[in-house]
């Protein structure tokens, strides 16, 4: 019997494992049917742009664990088609949270326990929050999304994209720092925040790009879509018209 030449041999060893690993692939990804399998949302809960039908009135939707854990709701919250991210989706015309101009798709940060609003002191502790993102779409006529925040009542700091520039804001000061003057939508990029010792400091992409003194006592993060744009100052109202971010990873620690 004649022996396998080794060259052959091999050949057939790494077409198997590249098959190998190609069906692993796809069975991860086929896997994928919730945002909460491909982020940690332990921490967190999300607020919708759509009308909650069990609540009276008009108000926003908002999923806390653990239904969240099992929630996806397309195409305004839900995995990419690759499972390596969540989309947030929202509309001009999508229903607003109380006192607000702008509705949202957002993860609004909760404690542990996933069911009670975190808030936390800029003076005790050290609170940061990273998110791995990208910006994929802007509204018309007014082409501007916060996509990552420090709020408490008010939006301390944030990332925010108005057409091609890229801003950390400070308070209502919406052009605070410039850290990208060409964003090329779609780009990955890393927002970072650090609170402590009565400072915000903020980074992009890994690199400090300012410190913001502020004092504030009922902190939380939130992270997603919130769309500077609605039926009043852009066209068309309706769902073809939106603000999308695609979060790939995101965190948060308090020490």
């Not at 000061?173 to 890393?190: A, C, E, I, P």
């Not at 997603?224 to 769902?239: E, I, K």
Request: glycine share 6%; charged share 15%.
């Amino acid at each position: 019997m004649r022996g396998i030449r080794p060259l052959a041999l091999l050949s057939t060893v790494v077409a198997s494992a590249a098959l190998l690993t190609a069906g692993a692939a796809s069975a991860v990804h086929a896997a994928c049917t919730y945002p909460a399998q491909v982020l940690d949302l332990t921490r967190w809960k999300v607020q919708l742009p759509i009308d909650d039908p069990a609540q009276s009135g008009t108000q926003i939707l908002q999923v806390t664990r653990p239904r969240l854990n099992t929630y996806v709701l397309s195409p305004w919250f839900k995995p990419t088609t690759s499972c390596d991210g969540v989309q947030f989706r929202n509309a001009v015309n999508g229903v607003k949270t109380p006192n607000t101009t702008y509705a949202r798709s957002e993860l609004r940060e909760m404690k542990t326990d996933g069911t009670t609003e975190a808030i936390w002191s800029s003076n005790v502790g050290t609170h940061t929050m990273v998110i791995d993102q990208a910006i994929n779409h802007l509204p018309n006529t007014k082409p501007q999304v916060v996509a990552g925040q420090i709020h408490d009542g008010n939006d301390r700091s944030t990332f925010r994209l108005d057409g091609k520039a890229l801003y950390i804001t400070r308070d209502n000061d919406t052009h605070y720092k410039l850290v990208n003057s060409n964003y090329v939508l779609g780009t990955r990029f890393q927002a970072k925040f650090v609170v402590s010792n009565g400072s915000i400091k903020a980074y992009y992409n890994g690199v400090l790009q300012t410190t913001i003194p502020v004092i504030f006592t009922t902190g939380y993060f939130k992270a997603g879509v919130y769309t500077q744009a609605n039926c009043d100052n852009s066209s068309p109202c309706d769902t073809t018209n939106y603000g999308q971010t695609t979060i790939y990873g995101l965190s948060v620690s308090h020490s």
